[in-house]
């Protein structure tokens, strides 16, 4: 199709962000057209990359793409799993990462104030450094803050601290017309009418691109520590899991993983697990403030462990071993990607985490796939990767295309619809994006998505932000 983008149009685009922040051409597109999504036949470049610096160009480049009917696709750090930026229908790929100062940190009312192009990593180091502490950790740090938003990010600390969400409190959004709306603000309670910056979060660019988000901190936690449970089969591991929550214990984190992920890992960074010992593993992560208290807590997550069949305890209590566990964890994806064809992130009621992880073995089996499935088992939010390679002796050894390409969709049905059953959702974290909108209307009645479309055509009645994600 050809390029809605005349010599006029990009004329005027380059008038707004200069000429050296919009560009074409294959060879400068091209890292501009995909994200994380492995299989790159979803990939798309875009007619066109503009890269605006402030609100005001962000604003403008709307305003011109809006009234000449450009698709536009706003991206961040493009960590994302499931093709949200990839801009399928051409046209301009809004980059933020121009936007990348951190404005304010208020301490007084524990609130900072970030532009949209602002990578996690630097985020929590400017909260780190004015003492205080940003709770959600999800795992690629190179991520933005408007990404973050726009998919509701998760992460392993969301048992205890929540969901990007819990954290937003104003935003500042420009919709596909141009208009700037200032949503909330460093406010702890609204109750004044619709609240519209709830349904940005998670909207995944479909109603606008951030352009600040104002999010609010806690104070910095006192110790933490890890134990790492390893369970000879999976069902005590993740039995166990509703029984430490049951105790009115809440974790930072709960995780459960599989043995074959953790030896490809420690193969792959050099470091060193604390046992070998079972098959499945729970690392169960604390914090307190006190000595006193983070010694009852493990006390007390170690005997609910014990009692249901753990073969022993292992604490890392020393920076140097948790960071060694914390490490290992983080880089299993580094670890498996080259054999990785999609991560899912289907999350169940926390008790229906076993008898979905027994789907998933049952699912490997018929088809002799290798589905190595960990994830944040205290949210109920499972990673099953969906594999083209097998795990033999320690080693990802590939599998020929012919056997995991048909496979591939036939799986990520199967485990979908048992996600349905248990009454789950198809994503918990990632987002519906590109690669999962054929799947939505398994978890969404047609009448909750027909509110949705009713939704976005309010905010975009021309169709141009973003558009093939979510739903048509
Ligand atoms: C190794 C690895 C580990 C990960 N671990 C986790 C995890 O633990 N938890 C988790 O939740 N996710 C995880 N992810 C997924 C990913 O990091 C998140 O989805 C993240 O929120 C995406 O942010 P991004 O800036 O990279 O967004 P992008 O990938 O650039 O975009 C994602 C979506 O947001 C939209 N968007 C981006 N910026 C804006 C904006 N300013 N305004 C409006 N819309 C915008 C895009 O159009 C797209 O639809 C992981 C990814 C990787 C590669």
Same mark, same amino acid.
């Given at each position: 199709m050809a390029s809605l983008i005349t010599p006029a149009i990009r004329e005027a685009l380059e008038a707004v962000v200069g000429p050296a922040n919009a560009f074409s051409g294959a060879d400068r597109t091209f890292d501009y057209g995909h994200d994380e999504f492995s299989l790159k036949e979803i990939a798309h470049a875009p007619d066109l990359v503009v890269r605006p610096g402030t609100t005001e160009e962000v604003a403008a480049v709307l305003r011109l793409a809006d009234a000449n009917g450009i698709p536009v696709t706003p991206r961040g750090g493009a960590t994302g799993l499931c093709g949200g930026c990839v801009p399928v229908c051409g046209g301009i790929v809004l980059a933020l990462e121009r936007m990348d100062r951190v404005l304010e940190i208020d301490a007084d009312n524990q609130m900072a104030v970030t532009e949209a192009g602002v990578r996690l990593s630097d985020f929590t180091k400017a909260v780190e450094e004015a003492g205080l502490y940003f709770p959600p950790h999800p795992g690629d740090e190179s991520a933005m803050m408007g990404g973050l938003v726009a998919t509701n990010a998760g992460g392993s600390r969301a048992v205890k601290y929540g969901t990007i969400r819990n954290y937003v409190r104003g935003l500042e959004l420009v919709t596909p017309a141009g208009d700037v709306l200032k949503l909330g603000g460093k406010l702890e309670k609204s109750s004044t009418g619709y609240n519209l910056m709830h349904l940005v979060v998670g909207s995944e660019g479909t109603?606008?691109?951030?352009?600040?988000?104002?999010? /609010?901190?806690?104070?910095?936690?006192?110790?933490?520590?890890?134990?790492?449970?390893?369970?000879?089969?999976?069902?005590?591991?993740?039995?166990? #899991? $509703?029984?430490?929550?049951?105790?009115?214990?809440?974790?930072?984190?709960?995780?459960?993983?599989?043995?074959? $992920?953790?030896?490809?890992?420690?193969? /792959?960074? /050099?470091?060193?697990?604390?046992?070998?010992?079972?098959?499945? /593993?729970?690392?169960?992560?604390?914090?307190?403030?006190?000595?006193?208290?983070?010694?009852?807590?493990?006390?007390?997550?170690?005997?609910?462990?014990?009692?249901?069949?753990?073969?022993?305890?292992?604490?890392?209590?020393?920076?140097?071993?948790?960071?060694?566990?914390?490490?290992?964890?983080?880089?299993?994806?580094?670890?498996?990607?080259?054999?990785? #064809?999609?991560?899912?992130?289907?999350?169940?009621?926390?008790?229906?985490?076993?008898?979905h992880v027994h789907f998933v073995r049952e699912v490997a089996a018929k088809y002799g796939m290798w589905l190595p499935t960990f994830g944040h088992a205290a949210d109920g939010n499972v990673h099953t990767h969906i594999m083209k390679a097998r795990y033999e002796a320690g080693r990802m050894v590939p599998v020929p295309e012919s056997e995991w390409r048909p496979k591939t969709d036939l799986v990520r049905a199967e485990l979908f619809r048992d996600c349905q059953a248990r009454g789950g959702v198809i994503s918990g974290e990632h987002g519906i994006g590109l690669v999962k909108k054929p799947y939505l209307s398994l978890v969404l009645d047609e009448r909750q998505i027909e509110i949705m479309r009713g939704i976005r055509r309010a905010f975009d009645p021309n169709g141009t932000m973003n558009p093939g994600k979510i739903f048509d």
């Amino acid at each position: 199709m050809a390029s809605l983008i005349t010599p006029a149009i990009r004329e005027a685009l380059e008038a707004v962000v200069g000429p050296a922040n919009a560009f074409s051409g294959a060879d400068r597109t091209f890292d501009y057209g995909h994200d994380e999504f492995s299989l790159k036949e979803i990939a798309h470049a875009p007619d066109l990359v503009v890269r605006p610096g402030t609100t005001e160009e962000v604003a403008a480049v709307l305003r011109l793409a809006d009234a000449n009917g450009i698709p536009v696709t706003p991206r961040g750090g493009a960590t994302g799993l499931c093709g949200g930026c990839v801009p399928v229908c051409g046209g301009i790929v809004l980059a933020l990462e121009r936007m990348d100062r951190v404005l304010e940190i208020d301490a007084d009312n524990q609130m900072a104030v970030t532009e949209a192009g602002v990578r996690l990593s630097d985020f929590t180091k400017a909260v780190e450094e004015a003492g205080l502490y940003f709770p959600p950790h999800p795992g690629d740090e190179s991520a933005m803050m408007g990404g973050l938003v726009a998919t509701n990010a998760g992460g392993s600390r969301a048992v205890k601290y929540g969901t990007i969400r819990n954290y937003v409190r104003g935003l500042e959004l420009v919709t596909p017309a141009g208009d700037v709306l200032k949503l909330g603000g460093k406010l702890e309670k609204s109750s004044t009418g619709y609240n519209l910056m709830h349904l940005v979060v998670g909207s995944e660019g479909t109603l606008g691109v951030v352009t600040k988000v104002t999010l /609010h901190l806690k104070a910095k936690p006192g110790l933490m520590r890890s134990l790492v449970v390893p369970f000879d089969a999976l069902d005590p591991a993740l039995e166990t #899991v $509703p029984l430490i929550m049951k105790k009115g214990i809440v974790p930072l984190a709960v995780e459960f993983l599989e043995i074959e $992920p953790i030896t490809l890992t420690e193969e /792959h960074i /050099h470091k060193k697990w604390p046992t070998k010992l079972g098959r499945t /593993h729970l690392l169960v992560i604390l914090d307190a403030t006190s000595e006193e208290e983070i010694d009852r807590l493990s006390q007390a997550v170690a005997e609910v462990c014990c009692e249901k069949g753990a073969i022993d305890v292992f604490i890392a209590d020393t920076p140097s071993k948790q960071d060694e566990v914390l490490a290992i964890r983080s880089k299993i994806y580094d670890a498996i990607k080259s054999g990785t #064809v999609e991560i899912l992130d289907i999350a169940v009621p926390r008790a229906e985490v076993a008898g979905h992880v027994h789907f998933v073995r049952e699912v490997a089996a018929k088809y002799g796939m290798w589905l190595p499935t960990f994830g944040h088992a205290a949210d109920g939010n499972v990673h099953t990767h969906i594999m083209k390679a097998r795990y033999e002796a320690g080693r990802m050894v590939p599998v020929p295309e012919s056997e995991w390409r048909p496979k591939t969709d036939l799986v990520r049905a199967e485990l979908f619809r048992d996600c349905q059953a248990r009454g789950g959702v198809i994503s918990g974290e990632h987002g519906i994006g590109l690669v999962k909108k054929p799947y939505l209307s398994l978890v969404l009645d047609e009448r909750q998505i027909e509110i949705m479309r009713g939704i976005r055509r309010a905010f975009d009645p021309n169709g141009t932000m973003n558009p093939g994600k979510i739903f048509d």
